[in-house]
Protein backbone atom coordinates (compact mmCIF):
# COMPACT_ATOMS: atom_id res chain seq x y z
CA UNK A 1 0.00 0.00 0.00
CA UNK A 2 1.20 3.08 -1.11
CA UNK A 3 1.42 5.84 1.89
CA UNK A 4 2.00 9.40 0.88
CA UNK A 5 3.18 11.79 3.32
CA UNK A 6 4.31 15.09 2.57
CA UNK A 7 7.59 16.68 3.88
CA UNK A 8 5.77 18.51 6.82
CA UNK A 9 3.97 15.22 7.93
CA UNK A 10 6.68 13.34 7.89
CA UNK A 11 8.72 15.65 9.95
CA UNK A 12 6.10 16.45 12.21
CA UNK A 13 5.74 12.82 12.92
CA UNK A 14 8.86 12.20 13.77
CA UNK A 15 8.29 15.26 16.58
CA UNK A 16 11.83 16.17 16.25
CA UNK A 17 13.42 13.31 17.29
CA UNK A 18 17.10 12.82 16.32
CA UNK A 19 17.71 8.56 14.52
CA UNK A 20 20.55 7.02 14.89
CA UNK A 21 22.00 4.67 12.33
CA UNK A 22 24.04 1.96 12.73
CA UNK A 23 25.68 3.78 15.82
CA UNK A 24 26.52 7.27 13.91
CA UNK A 25 24.71 10.34 14.16
CA UNK A 26 23.92 11.35 11.10
CA UNK A 27 23.48 15.16 11.43
CA UNK A 28 26.25 17.19 13.24
CA UNK A 29 25.39 20.31 15.44
CA UNK A 30 27.56 23.24 15.70
CA UNK A 31 29.49 23.19 19.74
CA UNK A 32 27.79 25.31 21.87
CA UNK A 33 29.62 27.29 24.25
CA UNK A 34 28.50 26.86 27.84
CA UNK A 35 31.02 29.28 29.64
CA UNK A 36 31.30 33.06 28.65
CA UNK A 37 29.08 35.35 26.42
CA UNK A 38 28.40 35.20 22.97
CA UNK A 39 30.79 37.43 20.64
CA UNK A 40 29.10 40.52 19.61
CA UNK A 41 27.00 40.65 17.01
CA UNK A 42 26.77 36.67 16.36
CA UNK A 43 23.41 35.18 15.84
CA UNK A 44 22.00 32.14 17.83
CA UNK A 45 22.83 29.02 15.03
CA UNK A 46 24.70 31.52 12.77
CA UNK A 47 26.81 29.19 12.26
CA UNK A 48 24.63 26.74 11.50
CA UNK A 49 22.59 28.79 9.19
CA UNK A 50 26.10 29.82 7.37
CA UNK A 51 27.03 25.83 6.41
CA UNK A 52 23.83 25.72 4.86
CA UNK A 53 23.99 28.77 2.99
CA UNK A 54 27.44 27.20 1.83
CA UNK A 55 25.66 23.76 0.66
CA UNK A 56 23.32 25.86 -1.33
CA UNK A 57 25.82 28.78 -2.77
CA UNK A 58 29.36 27.55 -2.77
CA UNK A 59 30.74 25.84 -6.03
CA UNK A 60 30.54 22.34 -6.15
CA UNK A 61 32.86 19.47 -5.09
CA UNK A 62 32.47 17.49 -8.19
CA UNK A 63 35.39 17.89 -10.45
CA UNK A 64 36.29 18.15 -13.83
CA UNK A 65 36.12 14.55 -14.20
CA UNK A 66 32.59 14.13 -12.98
CA UNK A 67 33.57 12.95 -9.68
CA UNK A 68 32.44 13.93 -6.31
CA UNK A 69 33.50 13.76 -2.82
CA UNK A 70 31.60 11.58 -0.41
CA UNK A 71 32.78 11.81 2.89
CA UNK A 72 32.13 10.50 6.65
CA UNK A 73 32.51 6.81 7.76
CA UNK A 74 28.86 5.45 7.40
CA UNK A 75 28.60 6.98 4.04
CA UNK A 76 31.81 5.85 2.45
CA UNK A 77 31.39 2.14 4.18
CA UNK A 78 27.78 1.77 2.63
CA UNK A 79 28.60 2.98 -0.84
CA UNK A 80 31.31 1.02 -1.18
CA UNK A 81 29.39 -2.37 0.20
CA UNK A 82 26.49 -1.00 -2.17
CA UNK A 83 28.74 -1.00 -5.45
CA UNK A 84 26.44 1.37 -6.67
CA UNK A 85 28.94 4.06 -7.17
CA UNK A 86 32.48 3.63 -9.32
CA UNK A 87 35.04 4.47 -6.64
CA UNK A 88 38.06 6.30 -8.25
CA UNK A 89 40.55 6.21 -4.53
CA UNK A 90 39.72 6.44 -1.03
CA UNK A 91 41.17 8.70 1.38
CA UNK A 92 41.91 7.82 5.01
CA UNK A 93 42.77 10.06 7.35
CA UNK A 94 46.93 10.26 7.98
CA UNK A 95 47.89 9.24 11.93
CA UNK A 96 45.22 7.08 12.77
CA UNK A 97 47.63 4.36 13.96
CA UNK A 98 46.40 0.49 13.59
CA UNK A 99 42.38 0.90 12.04
CA UNK A 100 39.58 -0.93 13.27
CA UNK A 101 36.11 -1.20 12.74
CA UNK A 102 34.56 0.26 9.82
CA UNK A 103 37.99 1.91 8.77
CA UNK A 104 39.73 -1.21 8.69
CA UNK A 105 37.08 -2.57 6.45
CA UNK A 106 37.47 0.08 4.10
CA UNK A 107 41.31 -0.58 3.82
CA UNK A 108 40.67 -3.99 3.13
CA UNK A 109 37.54 -3.98 0.69
CA UNK A 110 39.59 -0.93 -1.29
CA UNK A 111 43.20 -3.18 -1.53
CA UNK A 112 40.55 -6.18 -2.33
CA UNK A 113 39.09 -4.16 -5.60
CA UNK A 114 42.73 -2.46 -6.22
CA UNK A 115 41.21 0.73 -5.46
CA UNK A 116 44.14 4.06 -4.94
CA UNK A 117 44.78 4.63 -0.95
CA UNK A 118 45.81 7.96 0.27
CA UNK A 119 46.51 9.07 3.50
CA UNK A 120 46.37 13.24 3.61
CA UNK A 121 46.51 15.19 6.66
CA UNK A 122 43.45 16.14 8.57
CA UNK A 123 44.07 20.08 7.62
CA UNK A 124 43.47 18.33 3.96
CA UNK A 125 40.66 16.42 4.32
CA UNK A 126 39.27 19.53 6.22
CA UNK A 127 39.95 21.94 2.80
CA UNK A 128 38.42 18.72 0.71
CA UNK A 129 34.99 18.69 2.45
CA UNK A 130 34.61 22.35 3.36
CA UNK A 131 35.02 21.68 7.32
CA UNK A 132 32.03 19.19 7.17
CA UNK A 133 32.79 16.62 9.58
CA UNK A 134 34.17 13.94 7.35
CA UNK A 135 35.48 11.44 10.42
CA UNK A 136 38.56 11.00 8.96
CA UNK A 137 37.07 9.34 5.63
CA UNK A 138 36.77 10.71 1.95
CA UNK A 139 35.88 8.58 -1.01
CA UNK A 140 35.79 10.43 -5.00
CA UNK A 141 33.20 8.37 -6.60
CA UNK A 142 30.66 8.70 -9.20
CA UNK A 143 27.36 10.94 -8.38
CA UNK A 144 24.50 8.78 -7.34
CA UNK A 145 21.25 9.79 -9.43
CA UNK A 146 17.73 8.61 -8.46
CA UNK A 147 15.90 6.58 -11.84
CA UNK A 148 12.59 6.67 -13.39
CA UNK A 149 9.98 5.31 -11.28
CA UNK A 150 9.53 2.91 -14.02
CA UNK A 151 12.43 1.03 -13.46
CA UNK A 152 11.31 0.27 -10.33
CA UNK A 153 10.68 -3.20 -11.45
CA UNK A 154 8.88 -6.44 -9.93
CA UNK A 155 5.60 -4.52 -9.14
CA UNK A 156 3.54 -1.34 -9.10
CA UNK A 157 2.75 0.18 -5.95
CA UNK A 158 -1.09 -0.95 -6.21
CA UNK A 159 0.13 -4.09 -7.08
CA UNK A 160 1.44 -5.32 -3.72
CA UNK A 161 -0.54 -4.25 -0.76
CA UNK A 162 2.38 -5.09 1.27
CA UNK A 163 4.66 -2.13 -0.36
CA UNK A 164 5.31 0.55 1.38
CA UNK A 165 6.58 3.66 -1.19
CA UNK A 166 6.95 7.45 0.34
CA UNK A 167 6.60 9.92 -2.25
CA UNK A 168 8.57 13.49 -1.41
CA UNK A 169 7.53 16.63 -3.36
CA UNK A 170 9.41 19.80 -3.28
CA UNK A 171 11.74 18.70 -0.75
CA UNK A 172 14.68 21.21 -1.73
CA UNK A 173 17.21 21.35 1.53
CA UNK A 174 19.83 18.28 1.63
CA UNK A 175 20.10 18.02 5.31
CA UNK A 176 16.36 17.62 5.29
CA UNK A 177 16.30 15.01 2.84
CA UNK A 178 18.52 13.14 4.50
CA UNK A 179 17.16 13.25 7.54
CA UNK A 180 14.21 11.70 5.81
CA UNK A 181 15.41 9.20 4.18
CA UNK A 182 17.08 8.05 7.36
CA UNK A 183 14.39 7.84 9.15
CA UNK A 184 12.16 6.12 6.32
CA UNK A 185 14.99 3.36 6.15
CA UNK A 186 14.57 2.72 10.20
CA UNK A 187 10.74 2.43 9.39
CA UNK A 188 10.60 0.05 6.75
CA UNK A 189 9.86 2.01 3.75
CA UNK A 190 10.37 0.12 0.54
CA UNK A 191 10.52 2.53 -2.51
CA UNK A 192 11.53 6.13 -2.62
CA UNK A 193 9.68 8.49 -4.89
CA UNK A 194 10.89 12.12 -5.67
CA UNK A 195 9.67 15.01 -8.00
CA UNK A 196 12.77 15.70 -9.98
CA UNK A 197 11.90 19.51 -11.29
CA UNK A 198 12.11 20.51 -7.43
CA UNK A 199 13.41 18.72 -5.78
CA UNK A 200 17.29 18.07 -3.90
CA UNK A 201 19.66 16.02 -6.33
CA UNK A 202 21.20 13.05 -4.37
CA UNK A 203 24.31 15.09 -2.81
CA UNK A 204 27.14 13.92 -0.66
CA UNK A 205 25.48 16.39 2.13
CA UNK A 206 22.22 14.20 1.58
CA UNK A 207 23.89 10.82 1.99
CA UNK A 208 25.97 12.32 5.00
CA UNK A 209 22.79 13.72 6.72
CA UNK A 210 21.35 10.22 6.24
CA UNK A 211 23.80 7.92 8.11
CA UNK A 212 24.69 6.43 4.59
CA UNK A 213 20.89 5.02 4.10
CA UNK A 214 20.73 7.09 0.27
CA UNK A 215 23.77 4.73 -0.56
CA UNK A 216 21.31 1.82 0.13
CA UNK A 217 17.88 2.89 -0.55
CA UNK A 218 15.89 2.56 -4.02
CA UNK A 219 15.23 6.28 -4.92
CA UNK A 220 13.36 6.97 -8.06
CA UNK A 221 11.73 10.13 -9.68
CA UNK A 222 8.82 11.07 -11.85
CA UNK A 223 8.00 13.81 -14.10
CA UNK A 224 4.54 13.75 -13.59
CA UNK A 225 3.38 13.15 -9.67
CA UNK A 226 0.24 13.59 -10.67
CA UNK A 227 -0.58 10.10 -13.30
CA UNK A 228 2.34 8.58 -11.16
CA UNK A 229 -0.37 9.11 -7.82
CA UNK A 230 -3.47 7.28 -10.40
CA UNK A 231 -2.10 4.29 -11.00
CA UNK A 232 -4.22 2.20 -8.73
CA UNK A 233 -2.97 3.03 -4.99
CA UNK A 234 -4.37 4.02 -1.78
CA UNK A 235 -3.04 7.29 -0.36
CA UNK A 236 -2.35 8.78 2.36
CA UNK A 237 -1.46 12.24 2.18
CA UNK A 238 -1.38 15.78 4.58
CA UNK A 239 -0.35 19.02 3.81
CA UNK A 240 0.69 22.08 6.14
CA UNK A 241 -2.16 24.80 6.31
CA UNK A 242 -1.24 28.30 7.76
CA UNK A 243 -3.57 29.11 10.62
CA UNK A 244 -5.69 32.46 9.76
CA UNK A 245 -6.65 34.88 12.01
Same mark, same amino acid.
Given at each position: ?????????????????????????????? /?????????????????????????????????????????????????????????????? /?????????????????????????????? /??????????????????????????????????????????????????????????????????????????????????????????????????????????? /????????????????
Amino acid at each position: MLQRLSTMALLSALGGTTWRCSGHLARHFS /QTTWRGERPRGERPGGEELRRLLLDDLAPTSRSSSGLELLFGLSPCLLALRASRRRVARLLL /QAGRSGLQGGRAELLRVAEARDIPVLRPRR /QKLDALCRHQVHQGVCMEVSPLRPRPWTEAGEARPGDDPQQLWLVLEGLQDPRNLGAVLRSAHFLGVDKVITSRRNSCPLTPVVSKASAGAMEVMDVFFTDDLDNFL /QVRIWGVGAEFVKEQK
